[in-house]
């Protein structure tokens, strides 16, 4: 942050400059036509840049503040990102005894864990790629969404789309949390909806990629 506010009085400073520039232009009658060039041109990469490094910093520091709260029965640390470069947070099984998901099966499987989501944002419980593709474990809600205003207690619905059966134990890493923006949209009645070529082309009208084998060439 502080090498943006440094660019920012670089800014100003140049903005200051190209100024006096100008007002030397004029009285000077077109004799620092040059000069005026190279300020300009020095300014408009100035600004260029700033704002380029004003976005990059934007997108990169910005972070929500969460609050958590552990309740009676947690036991661990508390989740956290696993790299510098992860989306989600893994949450764990909080159980006092395994459970056993046959086939099929589905089970609530506590956390132990509440949280205070700011307002314009959510938490997305999003199934672990690792559980999915070894033992086809996922999400029944896939993503499950907490809201801003709830303050209860995250359970994770799991679902086991294995063929064998599949055992949940204290402190298992069973989902990844994911906090993400919301946008609220305020519904208008209207009698008519704009064209467009899709119109009202529903479940499978764009194609799937295969051809049906019913289709004629």
Known sequence: MSNINEKVKDFMG???GVTTILGSYIESNLKDK???DRALKSFIQSVESLVKDGIQSTAINK????????LEHFK??????????ASGIDVRAQLDETVTLQPGERALVPT???????????IQARPRSGLAIKKGISLVNSPGTIDADYRGEVKIIIINH?????????QDRVAQLVVAPVIQAELEMSAELSHTDRGVGGFGSTGVGVKDSNETP
């Open 14 to 16: 140049r903005v200051e």
């Open 34 to 36: 040059e000069k005026l």
């Open 63 to 70: 972070k929500v503040r969460l609050k958590v709260k552990t």
């Open 76 to 85: 661990g640390d508390l989740p956290k990102y696993e790299s510098s470069g």
């Open 112 to 122: 132990a864990l509440s949280f205070e989501i700011p307002e314009g944002y959510e």
């Open 162 to 170: 294995g063929e064998q059966a599949f055992e949940i134990q204290d």
